[in-house]
């Protein structure tokens, strides 16, 4: 299965974006992402929102006669799909041009330019700044590099001190690792068991991240994979979700309470079950009910909590405390290439102590999906790694 004829347009209301897709597309057509944007007003001030919406048309590929080529014609269709998913806002200065449609453009492979320094820059910064071996750098070095890589000037000092007093020949980015839990080893141990459930702000990447990992599981580890969606708010929410589920050739189901759940369950003979809740601020009170629905309906094995880590740290430490309503049993850290540091990650986890499962570097699968490793992550963070990197 694969995506055509793709078109970007703007609507007032999300419940316009699949009446316009239809018009424009036919009946077969479908709504692949739909992203918030601020247009008009003076002064920046008075800006009405608006929806810029990537829709498509799914067609089924002919002459499929090996499970290999097939599973590489659906990668392909959910790669495309996800590089025309964004969670960033558009500018309104967008050079795009009308095409035949006026206000429908063909969608292009134009992106918004990311405005944070990428993670890349800093590789081997701490290796130039003291060529000796880590182990033996003073601590005052330890404070230096850890501040340019981003580190809270608290947890700096902690981490300098506490190492000062190790004996031995650790190196820091052993160290750093040791002070970091997670959930397994591999991707099917760092989900925590066979029903799952993700939880996390607007923005978060929440619904890509599932649909990542639904594909890891189905295509390279052919799991029976069943997507739960009970995000009844947004309607292109669970739409962009059947659309993951439909190129990946996996069953979806939407819930909202507990019949919905159990009907859901026992009408598939799933290995692996992934739910995808509401996303919305952490101080939506009445959101985060349906979180609790959710999970007493679906007693599911692990939560795992999506953190995007271009998120400064009392946002990320809000997010924590506010999205508490359910016991949360795992970090998902999200966006890691949109970051200029994960000095803000260390101190979540020191303060927390909450395992992690894995981490999301771009749009690439199974790439750019990792299962989270203490010493990469600490390496990324020293700058003595990048973020690229193959194989699942």
């Known amino acids: 299965m694969r995506v ?31 992203v ?33 080529q097939g599973k590489r014609d659906r990668l392909l269709a959910f790669q495309k799909l996800l590089e025309g998913t964004s969670t960033n806002s558009f500018d309104e200065s967008s050079n795009q041009k009308s095409n035949d449609f006026s206000d429908v453009l063909e969608l292009s492979n134009e992106a918004v330019a990311l405005s944070h320094k990428p ?7 701490y290796q130039k700044l003291s ?19 981003g580190f809270d000037p608290l947890i700096t000092m902690e981490i300098a001190k506490e190492y000062a007093n190790i004996r031995g020949d650790r190196s820091l980015d052993e160290f750093l690792a040791d002070h970091i839990s997670v959930t397994g080893k591999d991707f099917i141990s760092a989900l925590g068991g066979k029903k799952a459930m993700f939880i996390g702000p607007t923005g978060v990447g929440k619904t890509t991240t599932i649909a990542k990992l639904a594909a890891v599981f189905a295509l390279w580890h052919q799991k ?9 708010y947004r309607i292109a929410a669970v739409e962009q ?3 993951y589920a439909s190129i990946l050739e996996v069953p979806m189901e939407v819930v909202s309470n507990a019949s919905d759940v159990e009907k859901a369950l026992s009408s598939h003979d799933a290995e692996i079950v992934l739910a995808d809740l509401p996303g919305g601020s952490q101080n939506d009170i009445l959101r985060l009910e349906e979180y609790r629905k959710v999970y007493d309906a679906l007693h599911p094995d692990c939560v795992h909590l999506l953190i995007a880590a271009n998120l400064s740290y009392p946002t990320m430490a809000d997010v924590m405390e506010k999205l508490n309503v359910v016991h949360y049993n795992a970090i998902i850290f999200t966006k890691l290439d949109e970051t200029t540091s994960l000095g803000s990650l260390f101190r979540l986890i020191k303060s927390y102590n909450v395992p992690l499962s894995y981490i999301t570097t771009g749009q690439d699968v199974p790439r750019d999906v990792e299962v989270a490793v203490p010493i990469r992550l600490a390496r990324l963070a020293l700058g003595l790694e990048t ?5 699942v």
Do not use: M, N, W
């Open 36 to 68: 918030p944007v601020k247009r008009g007003g003076f002064l920046g001030l008075f800006k009405k929102r608006k929806y810029i919406v990537t829709a498509g048309i799914l067609e089924d590929d002919e002459g499929q006669e090996r499970f290999d």
């Open 241 to 243: 979700l059947r659309t």
């Open 224 to 232: 029976k994979v069943l997507l739960l969606g009970a995000d009844t």
């Open 4 to 34: 055509v004829k793709q078109i970007i347009y703007e609507v007032d209301a999300e419940h316009e974006a699949f009446e316009k897709a239809r018009k424009k597309l036919g009946p077969e057509a479908v709504v692949l992402s739909s």
């Open 131 to 149: 060529p000796e071996p880590l182990a033996q750098i003073g601590k005052d070095k330890i404070c230096e590099a850890l501040l340019q890589c």
């Open 387 to 391: 973020l690229k990197q193959t194989g």
């Open 119 to 125: 993670i890349e820059a800093r590789e081997g910064y």
